[in-house]
């Protein structure tokens, strides 16, 4: 193996930590942290197949999240790239209005500015990766 | 939630098949079978970020990771979406020629079309998820 590019290892350490303050900042119901983690032109698919959410969609999505007690188990460490994505794959609990509470056995892909702010975040999860909690 | 489509679930479970005969082909260094699980027009990125791979250069691919002994474990259940994605999550170990055995944290993200063939697989993997196995 080369010796890998500083830069490009200061990038992928600099998406991994947005991504673990995604996580954190779920697991805490901060909403505004939350969408301080986006760029103004981001874009939203979960599950991927659904419509795409813009910004000014996140403070409900995100809102959303918080009042449903969200929470956030990764079940492997982040992955990275040779470029500006990574991933963080988990599994989530929730609790939407009169249900119970429930899984999904989720993963989030993202896309990244040179400022490390999530510029896309889709998420892979089937209608089978679903269950009760 | 609502009930999810028949068409939608054949497809996760058509995609989740082929991801599983994947992992299996690649642990028996099966380079035809590997191929096959492809459409002819499909593209290889592994990892992100770097050149991408076309059909007619699939065999060799294939046949460097069955020559380097490469073994997958996934890590987590496999992910599928509400369309034609899905995502296996696994760590990969390989002994490239002069090389110890090394491991990859790395994750497949691959895009397939209706006849139930890979027709993109984009590789999750930095220079900061290698190691020694």
Same mark, same amino acid.
């Given at each position: ?15 991994? +930590? ?11 119901? %901060? !909403?505004?942290?939350? !969408? *301080?983690?986006?760029?103004? %032109? +981001? ?21 959303? *999240?918080?009042?449903? +007690?969200?929470?956030?188990?990764? !079940? +492997? ?30 993963? %989030?892909?993202?896309?990244?500015? %040179? ?19």
């Amino acid at each position: 193996m080369d010796a890998p590019d500083p830069a490009l290892l200061r990038r992928q350490a600099a998406m991994k +930590a947005a991504l673990q303050a995604y996580v954190e900042r779920t697991n805490a119901g %901060d !909403v505004a942290g939350l !969408v *301080a983690l986006f760029a103004s %032109d +981001a874009v939203i698919e979960d599950p991927i197949g659904s419509p795409i959410k813009t910004y000014a969609d996140f403070p409900a999505w995100f809102g959303d *999240a918080a009042a449903f +007690a969200t929470h956030i188990t990764p !079940v +492997a460490p982040l992955r990275g790239s040779h470029a500006n994505e990574a991933l963080v794959v988990f599994d989530v609990e929730f609790t939407p209005p009169g249900s119970p509470r429930l899984r999904i056995r989720s993963a %989030d892909a993202c896309t990244f500015d %040179d400022a490390g702010l999530i510029t896309s975040l889709r998420a892979y999860w089937g209608p089978e990766d679903i269950e009760p909690a």
